[in-house]
T-cell receptor, first 118, second 113 residues
Framework: AQSVAQPEDQVNVAEGNPLTVKCTYS??????LFWYVQYPNRGLQFLLK????DNLVKGSYGFEAEFNKSQTSFHLKKPSALVSDSALYFC????????????????WGLGTSLAVNP | DAEITQSPRHKITETGRQVTLACHQT?????MFWYRQDLGHGLRLIHY???????NKGEVSDGYSVSRSNTEDLPLTLESAASSQTSVYFC????????????FGQGTRLTVV
C-alpha cells in the first residue's frame, strides 16, 4: 500500500540552529513530492515540491528539501531556524504513474510539529 | 488575486441535522478536494472532484456528499450530523497537472452537539 511516514511527531530546535523534518514514502516509481506548512488555526500552505531534476529543491521562507531516491526520503531542511517557523509540517506524495484518476490524489503524512525555541 | 474560501469558519449544529459547508475557488482549477483534520489522523480525504459533474468518494466518505455543478464550487453536505463528524474541514483545489500543488481554504471548525 502507498504510504508516507513522518517518523517524528514533534521536533524541537533552538533558534538559529539548523532544522530537519523527516519524511519517507512508499510509493511505486518516482512520485511527485510536496511539503506543506500549517500555522495555528490556518489552512495548509504549499512550501515546495520535487518534480524532476536537481535533488535539492528550494522553497518558500528559506526552506529546502532533498530528494533521495535510494532511501525514498524527502527531508525538509532549513539552515537557521526562526521562532516564526514553529508550525505543523506535512509531507505529501502523488503517484506519477497510474491511471488519470488516481494520479491526482495526494497521500499525506500525519504531520510533524516543529517548535523553535528562542 | 485568486483564492479559495470556505464558509462558515465555525459552525455548531445538533445531531441529526443536515449541514452544508461551502467551498469557493477563483483559481479556475478542475480538481477540488474535501479533507477532515483530526488529532492523530492527519488529513483524511472525504470526497473529491476532477471537474464539473464529477464526484468521487475518498477514504472517509460515509455520511457525506458533494456536488459539482460549476468549476468554482464544491459544497460538502453532512446528511445527518453525528458527533463523530466534529472536526476541522478543509477544502483544497489544484490544477489538473499531476505535479500541481494544492491550495487550501482556511478551514471550517464544525462541532456537532
Amino acid at each position: 500500500a502507498q504510504s508516507v511516514a513522518q517518523p517524528e511527531d514533534q521536533v524541537n530546535v533552538a533558534e538559529g540552529n539548523p532544522l530537519t523534518v523527516k519524511c519517507t514514502y512508499s510509493v511505486s516509481g518516482n512520485p511527485y513530492l510536496f511539503w506543506y506548512v500549517q500555522y495555528p488555526n490556518r489552512g495548509l500552505q504549499f512550501l515546495l515540491k520535487y518534480i524532476t531534476g536537481d535533488n535539492l529543491v528550494k522553497g518558500s521562507y528559506g526552506f529546502e528539501a532533498e530528494f533521495n531516491k535510494s532511501q525514498t526520503s524527502f527531508h525538509l531542511k532549513k539552515p537557521s531556524a526562526l521562532v516564526s517557523d514553529s508550525a505543523l509540517y506535512f509531507c505529501a506524495v502523488r503517484d506519477r504513474g497510474g491511471n488519470a484518476g488516481n494520479n491526482r490524489k495526494l497521500i499525506w503524512g500525519l504531520g510533524t510539529s516543529l517548535a523553535v525555541n528562542p | 488575486d485568486a483564492e479559495i474560501t470556505q464558509s462558515p469558519r465555525h459552525k455548531i449544529t445538533e445531531t441529526g441535522r443536515q449541514v452544508t459547508l461551502a467551498c469557493h475557488q477563483t483559481w479556475n482549477h478542475n480538481n477540488m478536494f474535501w479533507y477532515r483534520q483530526d488529532l492523530g489522523h492527519g488529513l483524511r480525504l472525504i470526497h473529491y472532484s476532477y471537474g464539473v459533474q464529477d464526484t468521487n468518494k475518498g477514504e472517509v466518505s460515509d455520511g457525506y456528499s458533494v456536488s459539482r455543478s460549476n468549476t468554482e464550487d464544491l459544497p460538502l453536505t453532512l446528511e445527518s450530523a453525528a458527533s463523530s463528524q466534529t472536526s476541522v474541514y478543509f477544502c483544497a483545489s489544484s490544477d489538473s497537472g499531476a505535479g500541481a500543488e494544492a491550495f487550501f481554504g482556511q478551514g471550517t471548525r464544525l462541532t456537532v452537539v
